[in-house]
């Protein structure tokens, strides 16, 4: 009788090792969970923000601006223009 | 000394120990009463209390959807920001700290000091939303009192260019203007909550309840093409702006799907920096007002007279002397011409010409067929104030109405009804339903009149613009067009201002396969030409030659240099 409830007793103590053990894991991988939702979140905020800048930098104006004034491009002359048709639309 | 006599044994009286006993049980007696009152009575506020020690209710933000043109790039983004606020009596800053501060953030140090000052009061904003790099800074200054707080805030990269059709958020992040209140509830986030464990440090370890999670606003992917978009409004502002007018619309619609693909006006304003707005820079002309479109509407006058059988496009109308008197009004061409065929009552633009087609029309079959595109009814997009126009009951029109309406007059649209009407003729009779969001779905319409019709009235179109018509500088290069001049005096106090007009211009290319409606307007061009055909027209043109270019239009016609313009005499015209 005495051999069983030790046995049993040592049961018990592994079993509640084992609870602890197991919680202290769920909370560490919570915590690790909850981290990489945040750099999630964050993440998508400089995502944002890159968009912003893209949109920003990427104005047409802009765009047309330094074409023309610093680059010096131009739209070509009509003449210039050479129109290559594809042969699917040449056999159409 | 009797020490014998007091080590002995003495019999201590028995109350002593009763007392003693009935001390400890009052004692018990308290302590019990003590624990059921903490166990039973204040059970639910002492484990409120203990939960409040490791449990924590975290808000979790959501985020505005964005708002995206057709191509994916931001047209309106939500990014967070700090807000620097502090309690004045808390502060404890030195010399140095300050000075650093007030750098950060921009203030003026006296200004700084003086708010430092003003030790009264709880709660002092230093300044607000400021980007989160400067607000790492701040934080670390470390001074006591100093605190931050997260907002959101809208950008807007297009700036002017979108101005009207994005609108723009107020304080709250709630939709004021354009698509933004328009499209409010889809766009609008909504926070969520969770009830969490926290450890020692802070860190969260476990969830415990249920969580309401966050609902991010949904994005939006508009119609628009930023570059189109761009374009038509540097074209338009640099019109307005060279012959002085008070302001002017752009409306470009893609024929085959119904999506609106720019929409501008000017005077526009950033919407970024909201500091001196006036009533005239937020006004969405385009969409929101309605004007007397003059000549523009002759094509559907004729359309009526065509497909009723009242006439043929070579159906000769006598328009000389280029007056016609009717009930006491008398109606004017500015070119005085004599037998006019019906296409060339278009070319030409005649008023006395449209105005006799117009009364053989029964009032109700002109009627039908204003409303049958769109006019006097709103566009359903959704958008906030989209004007209906104004066309009368039938039953009320005089023939002098009647008359006058064929040509534009007494009749009011908006620039987006127009452009949208005038996808009949470009659809083969067939009127495509407008949309704001990009679908890049080709949509079937509601017939409104034959393919016979509409190709009869393209080619008048056509000819509008060709050299002998009013609209020949609405011309471009490698692709043809069909479209339609408009100048329309300006309805002022019951009458006609004499010298106050709106030059329009609506057309569509390539027109023999007809792919995008642009519509021009502006009002009151101050200079001395304020004709549609040379102020509207350029704008379309260059325009339409962008944006077909933009989108790959093959080309229908050869990319030789058009011949020039002849006199700016052609283009004048009577409405």
């Known amino acids: 009788m005495a051999k069983l409830n030790l046995l049993l007793l040592l049961v018990l103590v592994v079993c509640a090792l084992g609870l602890v053990t197991s919680q202290y894991k769920a909370r560490t991988l919570f915590s690790a969970l909850d981290q990489a939702q945040r750099r999630e979140r964050q993440l998508d905020v400089v995502y944002g923000q890159l968009q912003l800048e893209a949109s920003t930098w990427g104005q047409h104006t802009r765009v047309i601006e330094i074409a023309t004034g610093t680059l010096g491009m131009h739209v070509p002359d009509p003449r210039q223009v050479i129109v290559l048709k594809l042969p699917a639309e040449a056999t159409r | ?575």
């Open chain 2, 1 to 575: 000394m009797s020490h014998a006599a007091s080590t002995t044994l003495v019999r201590l009286p028995v109350w002593r120990a009763r007392f003693v006993l009935v001390a400890f049980m009052l004692a018990f007696v308290v302590l019990i009463g003590r624990s059921i009152y903490l166990q039973a009575m204040r059970t639910g506020f002492l484990q409120e209390q203990g939960k409040a020690r490791y449990s924590r209710v975290l808000k979790i933000p959501a985020t505005r959807g964005r708002i995206l043109d057709r191509n994916g790039d931001a047209l309106a983004v939500s990014t967070p920001v700090k807000s620097i606020w502090m309690i004045p009596g808390d502060v404890k800053a030195s010399y140095a700290q300050k000075k650093r501060l007030a750098a950060l953030l921009g203030l003026d140090r006296r200004e700084l000091d003086g708010k430092l000052a003003d030790t009264g009061r709880d709660f002092v904003y230093l300044k607000r939303q400021i980007s989160p790099d400067t607000a790492k800074k701040v934080a670390a200054l470390d001074i006591p009192g100093v605190y931050q707080q997260r907002e959101y805030r809208r950008y807007y990269p297009a700036g002017e260019v979108a101005a009207h059709l994005v609108g723009f958020t107020g304080v709250d992040d709630t939709g004021q203007e354009g698509v933004e209140l328009a499209y409010q509830n889809s766009l609008a986030g909504r926070p969520g909550s969770r009830r969490v464990i926290k450890d020692r440090l802070g860190r969260v370890v476990e969830d415990v309840g249920s969580i309401h999670p966050a609902q991010d606003g949904h994005d939006l992917t508009l119609s628009i093409d930023g570059k189109i978009q761009s374009l038509a409004f540097s074209a338009l502002k640099s019109a307005v702006i060279a012959h002085g007018a008070k302001a002017g619309a752009i409306v470009a619609l893609d024929v085959r799907t119904g999506e609106i693909l720019a929409l501008a006006n000017v005077p526009s304003y950033n919407p970024n920096n909201r500091a001196h707005l006036s009533g005239s820079q937020l006004r969405n002309r385009a969409m929101t007002d309605s004007f007397e479109p003059g000549s523009t509407l002759k094509p559907f006058t004729i359309a009526v007279a065509l497909e009723h059988h009242k006439v043929t496009p070579t159906t000769e109308i006598q328009t000389a002397p280029g007056t016609l008197k009717l009930g006491g009004y008398t109606i004017h061409d500015a070119h005085r011409e004599s037998m006019l065929s019906v296409a060339q009552v278009i070319e030409k633009s005649s008023n006395v010409g449209a105005s006799k087609i117009a009364l053989q029309l029964p009032r109700r079959q002109m009627w039908d067929m204003f409303e049958a595109v769109g006019f006097g009814s709103p566009p359903r997009l959704r958008f906030p104030g989209e004007a209906s126009g104004k066309v009368r009951p039938w039953q009320t029109w005089r023939p002098i109405e009647q008359a006058t309406m064929s040509y534009g007059h007494g009749i009011s649209v908006s620039l987006l009804q127009l452009a949208h009407a005038y996808t009949i003729f470009a659809r083969d009779g067939v009127l495509v339903p407008l949309t704001l969001l990009r679908t890049g779905t080709p949509v079937n319409g509601v017939r409104v009149i034959s393919t016979r019709t509409a190709r009869e009235i393209r080619a008048m179109l056509e000819l509008a613009v060709k050299p002998g018509g009013t609209g020949t500088r609405a011309r471009i290069v490698g692709w043809t067009i069909a479209g339609k001049t408009g100048t329309a005096h300006i309805e002022e106090n019951g009458g006609y201002a004499p010298d106050k007009y709106i030059a329009s211009f609506v057309g569509f290319a390539p027109a023999s396969k007809p792919r995008l409606v642009i519509a021009v307007m502006i009002d009151q061009p101050a200079g001395r030409e304020y004709y549609g055909g040379l102020v509207a027209a350029p704008v379309f043109a260059q325009v339409m030659q962008g944006a077909l270019r933009m989108l790959n239009v093959p080309h229908d016609a050869p990319l030789t240099p058009l011949e020039q313009p002849g006199a700016s005499d052609d283009a004048k015209e009577g409405t």
